[in-house]
């Protein structure tokens, strides 16, 4: 039964959304509701000497004003394991514990009022003295350090070798030696984070915008010292997050203690500014990269070196390094990844995290190498393809990434262009062609859930995963309905609830391959037990038949439930998404702004669910990769330690018109090695190759290469 899976159905939550009827986090109605606003820190490092709530305490409305003297003491157990979206080591920020303070935006008091207005109004009266302490506010090479647990087996960082880099890149007839960077970047999701916290009793329910509700209930049982059962995370709909919701802030430790302060639910909600200090972002890098290649063309060496920022209680890294190991062929190859520990609230997984940065120096350098020898860059890659994971030593499970450069290729006109720079023209401004490999690794993690029929031939199907705007609703659906026999529309998917069978953190491009595979296992498990009643003649495959059958047991439901988890495949394959991405660009020489009037990228996916949902995830993939390669960067003081631009006024980001023609072509791929679905996830990979490709764009238009992203005007004018 494929009758769905394939097909472009339109997004089955999409009538909720447009309609207003989808309730976020912030929105669930709860009797005798009350509000919080943070006071946070104007100090990087020091610790606070008074702080004075005395005016907000008299302000109308207000219920509490909670700080480090008056909070409940948290026990912050430590978590046996860290799952995966939590730095490996460090201790997360214990929030109005002590009077210390390690960044700007630490929150230091929380206001409590009967309406949002109050709460923030007396916020904004509480005043505090600090005793101020020593600051590191830059990436000082100098401070930068290993991680403390490299796990080189997962691609997290440390050191890896493969042959003799240094001794190859020495030897190498053309060499190539550039240094990339890239500024801080901030999520800046349209749905504002926001936590309600109700207690019953010892009893805990959160609404918090997650994409992982089984993490929030993890951390909250380990920060409060209470059992997970008694918990219970909510979280139907998430209006963006791209990697900042996956681990649990501070502010849902501060809402369940602020509910508890005053015996009420409480909301807290981050203000747009908040946002840049309260979760992660994306953190600033700076890389160095080393290609050795002989004049044929032929890759000798490859190394890459990366230094990130992090805070200084946490050290959350990057697999920034796992590109250059992968991507081409190369007997040598030597990784490095090193962090600095700033004054600055944690970094976390952003678009793609560590792999889009990774690849943006990686192909960018590649098509510096392709200059130099004078090789077009679709070629120079061809002739360095990667026939099997060369860093794991182990066959690919599936990739049609030569596949990706040619129908890419053909699309967008490749053969048409002039390799000579500044040799096309626009008016005034000058065209440029660049293009560059998509890549993201492809996971699976062990995911249950649960089906149910009814007699009036409805079905339920649920499972605790999140669905932050890829589409999981209509693609659990499509495969709940085509597994089971039914039609779309007699199914309904529910996500997004602790009480739901476990599911993996939703992250990583990781939903269709984990989940899927449970959806469609839990969906298999219930048409055996209809086997079970159906006797000889079968289990129908339609919707009457069902209903009858049921009927004929007089049963008023069957359900069933089942888990999907990997199996060896990582062990005996290489797993990862594959694209191919071309840009255009027009450079105008007088003003150094940068058009996109094209964007055109091939992606090997796997097997495709929903072709207009996964071409929605690509082309919103595209964008997040303009903005990553002209628009997004976090003014830093380096003086105060802040984001200056913390708003969406100043921090831009791409608006429909930066965005002209994109073009997402989904080449044909099945990988049934990786998972019985065949699917291999959509999400980051697009994103991928993106910067890159607008890099070597502009370079092909001007001849000046840009190695620090974002390329803005003065960039273009002043270097
Ligand atoms: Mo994504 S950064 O795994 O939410």
């Not at 702080?51 to 046996?80: F, W």
């Not at 700007?104 to 007396?122: D, L």
């Not at 690919?396 to 967008?412: D, G, N, P, Q, V």
């Amino acid at each position: 039964m494929n009758a769905l899976t394939g097909l472009p159905i339109s997004r089955v939550d999409g009538p909720e959304k447009v309609t207003g009827q989808a309730v976020y986090a912030a929105e669930f109605r709860l009797k005798n509701l009350a509000y919080a606003a943070l006071v946070t820190s104007t100090q990087g490092h020091g610790w606070i000497t008074a702080i004075d709530t005395s005016h907000a305490s008299r302000m109308p409305g207000v219920l509490a004003v909670i700080t480090h003297e008056n909070a409940m003491r948290l026990p912050y157990k430590p978590l046996q394991e860290h799952p995966v979206v939590d730095p490996q080591s460090g201790e997360r920020l214990h929030v109005l514990q002590g009077n210390e303070v390690l960044f700007v935006g630490q929150p230091i008091a929380v206001v409590v009022a009967e309406t949002q207005e109050q709460a923030r109004g007396a916020a904004g009266l509480v005043t505090a003295t600090y005793a101020p302490g020593p600051t590191h506010f830059t990436l000082d090479r100098k401070r930068a350090e290993p991680p403390d647990d490299p796990v080189e087996a997962s691609g997290r960082p440390g050191e890896t070798h493969r042959g003799d880099a240094e001794a190859a890149f020495a030897a190498a007839p053309v060499q190539l030696d550039a240094h990339y960077s890239h500024e801080r970047e901030h999520h800046n999701a349209m749905e504002p984070h926001a936590t309600i916290a109700a207690w019953d009793g010892d009893r805990l329910t959160l609404y918090d915008k997650s994409q992982w509700v089984d993490n929030v209930r993890s951390e909250i049982a380990h920060v409060f010292g209470m059992a997970e059962a008694k918990i219970r995370v909510i979280s139907p709909f998430v209006g963006g997050a791209f990697g900042s919701a996956l681990r649990t802030w501070p502010h849902v430790t501060i809402a369940a203690l602020a509910a508890k302060h005053v015996g009420r639910p409480v909301r807290l909600e981050l203000t747009r500014r908040q946002l840049y200090f309260s979760i992660g972002f994306r953190p600033c890098t700076e890389q160095h990269v080393r290609l050795g290649a002989t004049a044929d063309g032929k890759l000798t060496a490859i190394i890459q070196e990366a230094v990130g920022q992090t805070s200084v209680y946490e050290q959350y890294a990057e697999v920034t390094l796992e590109p250059p190991r992968k991507l081409y062929s190369c007997p040598n190859v030597m990784t490095r990844y090193r962090l600095v520990p700033m004054h600055t609230n944690s970094p976390c997984p952003m678009r793609a995290p560590g792999t889009a940065t990774g690849v943006m120096a990686h192909e960018i350098a590649i098509d510096e190498m392709a200059d130099a020898l004078d090789i077009d860059p679709v070629e120079f890659r061809l002739r360095n393809y990667a026939e099997h994971d060369e860093d794991k030593n182990l066959p690919w499970s599936s990739k049609e990434l030569r596949a990706c450069y040619r129908m890419a290729a053909e699309k967008f006109g490749w053969s048409q262009r002039s390799a000579k720079p500044g040799g096309m023209r626009h008016g005034q401004a000058v065209v440029g062609w660049g293009m560059a490999t998509a890549f993201y690794p492809a996971n699976r993690a062990a995911a249950s859930a649960q089906a149910v029929l009814y007699a009036n031939g409805s079905a339920v199907v649920r499972t605790a995963t999140s669905d932050m705007g890829p589409g999981t609703y209509t693609a659990m659906t499509q495969l709940a309905a085509d597994t089971l026999g039914v039609p779309l529309d007699n199914v309904d998917f529910e996500l997004g609830d602790t009480d739901m069978p476990k599911a993996p953190v939703h992250g990583g491009s990781t939903t269709l391959a984990s989940v899927g595979n449970a959806v469609v296992a839990a969906c298999q498990a219930l048409r055996e037990k209809l086997s079970g009643l159906a006797g000889p003649d079968g289990v129908p495959d339609n919707l009457p038949g069902l209903v009858a059958l049921l009927a004929r047991h007089g049963l008023q439901s069957v359900q069933a439930e089942a888990e999907s988890k990997p199996g060896d495949e990582t062990k005996r394959f290489g797993t990862a998404a594959f694209g191919a991405v071309f840009a255009e660009v027009r450079v105008d020489p007088l003003l150094g702004t940068v058009r996109v009037p094209r964007l055109v990228g091939a992606y090997d996916i796997g097997r495709v669910i929903n072709p207009k949902i996964a071409r929605s995830q690509c082309i919103g993939g595209m964008v997040g990769g303009l903005g990553m390669a002209l628009l997004e960067q976090a003014e830093w003081d380096a003086k105060l330690g802040r984001v200056m631009n913390a708003n969406l006024a100043e921090y831009l980001v791409p608006v429909n018109a930066d965005v002209e023609h994109l073009e997402a072509i989904l080449v044909p791929s099945e990988d049934f090695h990786f998972n019985p679905l065949g699917s291999k996830g959509v999400a980051e990979i697009a994103l991928t190759g993106v910067a890159p490709a607008i890099a070597n764009a502009v370079y092909n238009a001007i001849g000046r290469r840009i190695r620090d992203l974002p390329i803005t005007p003065e960039k273009l004018l002043l270097a």
